[in-house]
């Protein structure tokens, strides 16, 4: 996993664990476990 994006409420987390920068943002939320 390259982005892992926590759903907490309302807000939104988006943590990038990759040295590389991701192509495209993800706007889309989606939940993601490492």
């Known amino acids: ?16 664990i990759d040295s590389k920068p991701s192509p495209l943002p993800s706007l889309a939320p989606f939940n993601a476990t490492i």
Do not use: N, Y
């Open 1 to 16: 996993m390259h982005i892992i994006q926590h759903s907490m409420g309302d807000t939104i987390q988006t943590v990038l």
